[in-house]
């Protein structure tokens, strides 16, 4: 499996960033995608996981703020950022669990459970 991000950059508190996920060797029937962004105070954190049948899930710190959106006919992932806070600077990483259900529990935690991991797209938020 291989996982490709693109998107990111650097936008103004308030304005919005989107960033996407390419999948490709997927095998697996079902699957949890998610995003993990790692920041320079905290580990990497579990923002939000999304399952090939669209279940969803948003951490707290960025419900309301943030959409996850999958097309699994492409296996491509999104995450539509809006109203960005400082706080939300970090590299976003996607990662996928094959023949895995997401599990609310994983939000804000480490993402261990991932199998594969992409490389990382980072996104600046300034105040």
């Known amino acids: 499996v291989q996982l490709v991000e693109s998107g990111g950059g650097s936008a103004r508190a308030g304005g919005s960033l989107r960033v996407s996920c390419a999948a490709s060797?997927?095998?697996?029937?079902?699957?949890?995608m998610g995003w993990v962004r790692q920041t320079p105070e905290k580990e990497r954190e579990v923002v939000a996981l999304?399952?090939?049948?669209?279940?969803?899930y948003t951490h707290d710190s960025v419900k309301g703020r943030f959409i996850i959106s999958l097309d699994d006919s492409k296996k491509t992932m999104d995450l539509q950022m809006n109203s960005l806070k400082p706080e939300d600077t970090g590299t976003y990483f996607c990662?996928?669990?094959?023949?895995?259900?997401?599990?609310?529990?994983?939000?804000?935690?480490?993402?261990?459970?991932?199998?594969?991991w992409g490389q990382g797209t980072r996104c600046t938020v300034t105040s």
């Open positions: 990662a996928i669990a094959e023949r895995q259900v997401c599990y609310r529990y994983w939000l804000g935690g480490r993402g261990d459970r991932f199998q594969y």
């Open positions: 060797g997927v095998t697996g029937e079902w699957y949890c």
């Open positions: 999304i399952e090939e049948d669209g279940e969803f």
